[in-house]
C-alpha cells in the first residue's frame, strides 16, 4: 500500500489572520516596519541612549537594585545630554517625545524633570547650535507609596505640530537633547536624589 505523506506548510502563526492597518492592539498582531521605526526608534534611531554627563554638572552615576542610574540631586544644577536621530520611518507633523522612568526612595514630595531640545539639521547646523531649541511642557510628578515606586515621565521634543522654533522635525535631522530637574521650581521638593534608570529612555516619533 502506498505511504501517504501529509504537509502543512505555515507562514505565520497558526490560524493567523491578515493584521489591521493602525495600531496594535492584541499581542498577535503584527505590525509594519514603518510603525515599528516611527515608535521604537528603529532606521537610525533606536537602541539605547547614550548620554553625556558634563564635567562640574554631572549628576552621580550608581548601580541600584541591578540598574544603572544617575542620580540628580535636589539642591545642584545637574544635566546629561544625549543625541537622537529622527528615523526614517517618521511622519513629518508627529511630535517627538522621550520617555524615561525615575524612582525616589521617599513617598511624599514632588520632583520636576525637564528636557531642553535643540534641533541639528544634518549640513545645515553646527553641532552646538542653540538657535532652534524647544523647552519640554511636562509637570512635576508628586510621589507616593510605596517607597521607589517606578514613575513613567514623558517629555515633548517638538511642539504638537512637529516643529522646533516653527521649524518642521524630518527624516535625517538630530536633536541635542539637555535633561535636568528643575529643583528650584519643584511645589515640594523631594529632598532625596532622583534616580533615572539609564536603560529606561524610550523616544517616541507618533502621536
Do not use: C
Not at 515608535?39 to 537594585?65: F, I, M, Q
Not at 538657535?131 to 511642539?159: A, C, M, V, W, Y
Amino acid at each position: 500500500m502506498p505511504t501517504v505523506r501529509e504537509y502543512q506548510f505555515i507562514t505565520g502563526p497558526e490560524s493567523s489572520s491578515p493584521p489591521t492597518v493602525g495600531t496594535p492592539t492584541n499581542p498577535e498582531d503584527f505590525v509594519t516596519l514603518q510603525y515599528a521605526d516611527a515608535n521604537y526608534g528603529a532606521g537610525g534611531g533606536g537602541g539605547a541612549l547614550r548620554w553625556t554627563d558634563e564635567s562640574g554638572k554631572a549628576p552621580l552615576l550608581e548601580v541600584e537594585h541591578n540598574l544603572d542610574v544617575y542620580r540628580f540631586a535636589s539642591d545642584a544644577d545637574q544635566e546629561l545630554w544625549t543625541l537622537i536621530r529622527v528615523p526614517d520611518g517618521y511622519v513629518a507633523g508627529n511630535q517627538v517625545k522621550l520617555r524615561i522612568l525615575v524612582f525616589s526612595p521617599s513617598t511624599s514630595g514632588n520632583v520636576f524633570m525637564k528636557t531642553t531640545a535643540y534641533l541639528i539639521r544634518e549640513a545645515t547646523d553646527a553641532i552646538d547650535s542653540t538657535t532652534n531649541s524647544h523647552n519640554s511642557t511636562n509637570s512635576e510628578i508628586t510621589l507616593s507609596t510605596p517607597s521607589k515606586e517606578g514613575r513613567e515621565i514623558e517629555f515633548d521634543l517638538t511642539d504638537a505640530d512637529g516643529e522646533i522654533n516653527s521649524i518642521d522635525v524630518a527624516v535625517g535631522d538630530y536633536i541635542k537633547v539637555k535633561l535636568t530637574r528643575d529643583w528650584g521650581s519643584e511645589s515640594s521638593a523631594d529632598s532625596e536624589d532622583t534616580r533615572y534608570i539609564i536603560s529606561s529612555a524610550v523616544p517616541k516619533f507618533t502621536a
